[in-house]
């Protein structure tokens, strides 16, 4: 038996012609938004934090200066604090919810329950945090009941600053967890459901599995997560600055160092100052991601 082949005639393109510009033309608008957003801000800031007003190089002066002020550490604090609640929260509740919402059948729950996680996510971050400093208000919030409870009875109360940690840490997971819920429920439908059966069979019930098959399968989403939690959560700065505005002072305007880089800016006139924390935020988020990347192997394949 003979196998003939036809030919690619005159204007026919053989098979897979072209499909190499494919990748590159797709992530072309990527990067050049990418460049011009990303790369080019960051060399900026960097030119600036190395530089005095006058352009002369000046080495580590400006990160030192701006260390040196006495509402740095302060802000360090502020945000470590911040970070530790939110990503503890966002690890250990999103993960719980996920399980729990692929537990339920597939059916009109399931779906619901998925909507609605991510309705708040789809408002932006200073709506969301209208709504909550309308909730947090005992003269207007209609949990009021619940907040004279535990003992807040005017809005000052509410934000003390030993309390600010826990309400941005209730603020960033209602608008952001709902998002990474859904994310992680795709992850779990990815697991093949053979070796969901095999944990059965072994004899495993619903938590041996998940602690054992279904989190270890998930930790490169989970690593994801968190890597892009932290880069967020080290940049606060909408939740403080509107809720210091709303106060009238009670809550500071540099309680975070994004605050702190914003008065440095504008209030103080000293780009360089800022452009320096800048940095350092950059760097601080680069190497935690760095590390989470090699200590968890999220480039190996499975």
Known sequence: ??????????????????????GPAFVAGYTILLVAFGVLPIGYAVYFAFTDAGGTFTGFANFVGTAQDFRFLDA???????????LVSLVVFVVALALLLHRLASGPVSRTLRFLYYIPGALAGAASVLVWLFMLDPTVSPVRSLLSG???????????????????????????????????????????????????IDGAGAWKTAWHVQIPMLRKWIVYMVILAFAGGVQLFVEPQLLSLASVGVAGRDYSLNQLTYDFAFQMNNINGAAAVSVELLVVSASVAGFFVARSG???AD
């Open 1 to 22: 038996m003979s196998v003939t082949s036809s030919p690619a005639g005159p204007g026919r393109r053989p098979r897979g012609a072209g499909q190499g510009w494919a």
């Open 76 to 86: 360090v604090g502020h945000v470590a604090v911040y970070l530790l609640f939110w």
């Open 150 to 200: 535990m003992g807040f009875d005017t809005f000052g109360q509410v934000i003390a600053p030993g309390n600010l940690a826990v309400l941005f840490t209730i603020i960033a997971f209602w608008t952001g967890a709902g998002g990474w819920i859904v994310v992680m429920y795709g992850a779990l439908n990815n697991i093949p459901q053979d070796v969901l059966e095999a944990a059965r």
């Open 298 to 300: 999220f480039f190996d």
